[in-house]
């Protein structure tokens, strides 16, 4: 017999388990968990005199003729086979294993025969048809069993362009009789699937693979992805009861602090949702277990002065704090917005990056290590050996959705011996909540809905120069209108330069054959600044510029007409989406748009508006107008929502690979999971998983069960906000 852990090479043969491997199927559990994507149905029996072209049919009828024809040049053979039914006749032609079909359909046998109509020279034919026989010469087929092969449900498989569905199809079927799904192999505890009526996992995978009908579809349907749903909360709850029995140094807030300096210092008002989430995390820190919260917020909702005053409690308190960043620029960002938000206190923040020179960094690193920094911003470089910290009480990740468990961890390690950091996560990307529940749950969430007053709402429009040039000449007329008052525009590309793009999930790099290259910083900056914008103060912003580079271009930009070199248009790429705040730009040109993700733009746009009046946001495409990717502009187009953008991109995209096991080349953990339509099941799942855990915390009473945990938790599990 076969074992789910086999070798499917050891298993169906060499040549099929190559071509199964493309598709990441190695063993007979990843084949038996790769689903049937829909099904067909062969429909009802039809009169080969009532068969129309181009339609699927399923016909009973008997075999006139069966003719073998060698193939030209090469082995094999075709066959040609003529059908009938008394009334009129039907091709079949097998082009591929004509020897082997002519032994089975000889003259006067009889069968079902389905598949799609076409015509050749005139005539109806099939073109390698299913088929079952029910009768051999000069006997009466089953009508019973006529009747189940034309009402029965056809899986159809994802697959490759190598790699025919039949095949799939037949490996699938090959190892559903060779294997045996045995209760010590079911991830679901007998004792849960009891109390909630759901079939094992081995009829789960039969129905899913080889149902009778659509119900037993559902049925196999629903128990798969609750166990998909359960083995991700179980994962979830064992993690958050590790991290209650971690230990923190309280650190409490205190009177007259740096904090309520701060807070005094303020150029604005908090508002009710900002001071709610403050009272919160500041009953955290008190305590000695470490906080662990994720704090999301729609882009622009201050979620910056949120952590800085967390921060300065920690520091308050005695401790340090460190802020990771996913870029330079952001990195940069944030120290001098919290620089000038910490006022004279700002000396005790430094900044930590990987472009500092040889003696910045040994300087930065001692004042680190010593304890005279009391706040650290920095990027990755944050990660390395070399960074220790005299007393670390609070790790703030920024754009969380960049980061992965493992880098959080990493830095959360560099706290005291024996004792944990608090830790604040933030992104501006919303997350539904049911995505929150699964991909956040050892976190505790906040929420900021609410903008800071006086915010005025960006205005957004879709321009398409495919439908109307001159929509473009207004756009750059625009430019030179608010430049003219005053104010400063980005324009955005997807690329750099020649095949170099920002990042690599950028939905740019999806170029197809055939189609234009997505346009790019170093070939439109010229462009412009010699055409529509002549006259202007341009500068452009991209990842390959130095540091040294990169920060002159920010401090001159941030700086507007104060600085000794103004620019009035920055031309940049996805450098600028998160984090970079300049109220004095107060529009944004994001060229081939349709090539950017709906968060990618949300993020985009929210690097205007950031002032007292009123942000302009123009969407270039040449996508048409009956296009997925226009539909997709028009929605981020109607509204400034984040969270709405976000349930709407999650449903189009759909949930790609929560725990992020792509990263790591195995499978993905959810193949059947929507968390938007399955939510109900989600939170099912979770109730059930924390009371589980609570009561068997190590899993040791249902073995399978932890043995599919831990081999999640080797997969090193991170998340999957990024793969839009």
Known sequence: MVAPQDRLVDVIGKKSAVALANLNLVTVDDLLHHYPRRYATRGELSDLASLVEGESATVMAEVATATEIPARGRGGSRLQVTLTDGTDTLDLTFFRHGSWHKGKLRPGVRGLFSGKVNSYRGRNQLAHPEYVLVAAPGEDPDPDAAEAFARALIPVYSTTGSLPPWRVSRAVSFVLDQVTLTEDLDPLPKKLRDELGLPSIGSALASIHRPADFAEVSRARHRLVFEEAFLLQVVLAKRRLELASMTALPRQAIKNGRRQQITKGLPFELTAGQLEVLAEMAAELSKSNPMHRLLQGDVGSGKTVIALLAMAQVVDAGGQAALLAPTEVLASQHARALRKLMGEAGDKLVLLTGSLSAPERRETLEKIADGRAAITVGTHALLSEGVQFKDLGLVVVDEQHRFGVEQRAALAAKAQDGTRPHILVMTATPIPRTVAMTVFGDLDISMLRELP?????IA?????????????????????????????????????????????QDPADQTKSGERAALAVLEVAPLLTEGPLKGLNVEVLHGRMSAE???????????????????????????????VDVPNANMIVILDADRFGVSQLHQLRGRVGRGQTQGLCLLVSEAPADSPANERLAQVAATTDGFELAQADLQLRKEGDILGASQSGRRSQLRLLEVIRDADLVMQAREAAISWVAKDPDLDSWPPLKRAVDEINQEQPTEFLERS
């Open 453 to 457: 007053a006086g915010r005025a709402p």
């Open 549 to 579: 580079s990169k920060e002159d271009v920010m401090t001159r930009f941030a700086a507007g007409k104060q600085a000794q070199k103004p620019i009035d248009v920055l031309i940049t790429t996805t450098v600028i989406e998160v984090g």
């Open 460 to 504: 957004t429009h879709v321009v398409s120069p495919r439908l109307n040039p001159t929509h473009l000449v207004r756009t750059w007329a625009r430019v030179h209108e608010e430049v003219g008052r005053g104010h400063q525009v980005y324009v955005v590309c997807p690329r750099i330069g020649e095949g170099d793009f920002e990042s690599e």
